[in-house]
């Protein structure tokens, strides 16, 4: 149980353009979606938190107008990575908290999407 | 603020050495929970251990143990007898009970090279 997925995997486009990735809980409602991005070598780094049926809070530093993200239903949030380019390449990995989960954070972890911007 | 420093970089052994990794962490909360994941060369997280800051009791798991130390603000790693299958990126994190949805805080990571 507790299985998040990520889709792409992979993907490459071209500066300028713009591309989505979904993070889905399988098996589980999630009231709460994380987004990371985790550049090569280097720790996670918090974006945002998505609730869902509302606006996603945006960390410090991240811009909101350029990462949208969008959690309409209690199985699916997106990240739209908007005109995108070369630095926006990175690694970038979802994760899902149960509803059910009173006690404890447990947060369910993405295989994670790998964003090339040529 | 909470923050989670994994002073080791990178660790490298040879095959059936012990390694430890430290994880210092800082929270001004009595209840927290401290995580420690892998991620191998694909990249996916992979959960270890879950701790909340009332046990600390240590645990061991087949080769992995950890040694939670409140007093000192540590949660350190140690596999037994380490094997290729252990290379990875180890990390450890912090969430504090009541934070905006209770959020991680990552450390830096650990990578842990065996060699045979």
């Known amino acids: 149980g507790a299985v998040v997925s990520q889709h792409p995997s992979r993907v490459i486009c071209k500066s300028g353009t713009s591309v989505k990735i979904e993070c889905r809980s399988l098996d589980f409602q999630a009231t709460t979606m994380f987004w990371y991005r985790q550049f090569p070598k280097q720790s996670l780094m918090l974006m945002a938190t998505s609730n869902e049926g509302s606006k996603a809070t945006y960390e410090q530093g991240v811009e909101k107008d350029k990462f949208l993200i969008n959690h309409a239903s209690l199985t699916l949030s997106t990240l739209t990575v908007t005109s995108a380019h070369p630095e926006d390449s990175s690694f970038y990995i979802c994760?899902?908290?149960?509803?059910?989960?009173?006690?404890?954070?447990?947060?369910?972890f993405g295989p994670g999407t790998r964003l090339t911007v040529t | 603020a909470q923050k989670v420093t994994q002073a080791q970089t990178e660790i490298s052994v040879v095959e059936k050495e012990d390694v430890t990794l430290d994880c210092v962490y800082e929270t001004r909360d009595t209840t927290y929970y401290l995580f420690w994941y892998k991620q191998p060369p694909s990249g996916e997280l992979v959960f270890l251990i879950r701790?909340?800051?009332?046990?600390?009791q240590n645990e061991i798991s087949g080769r992995y143990s950890w040694n939670f130390q409140k007093s000192t603000s540590s949660f350190n790693f140690t596999i037994t007898a380490s094997q290729v299958v252990d290379s990875a990126v180890y990390f450890c994190a912090l969430s504090e009970r009541g934070a905006a949805g209770n959020k991680l805080t990552f450390g830096g990571g650990t990578r842990v090279l065996v060699k045979p």
């Open positions: 701790r909340n800051s009332f046990d600390e």
């Open positions: 994760s899902a908290r149960d509803r059910r989960g009173k006690v404890g954070p447990e947060q369910y």
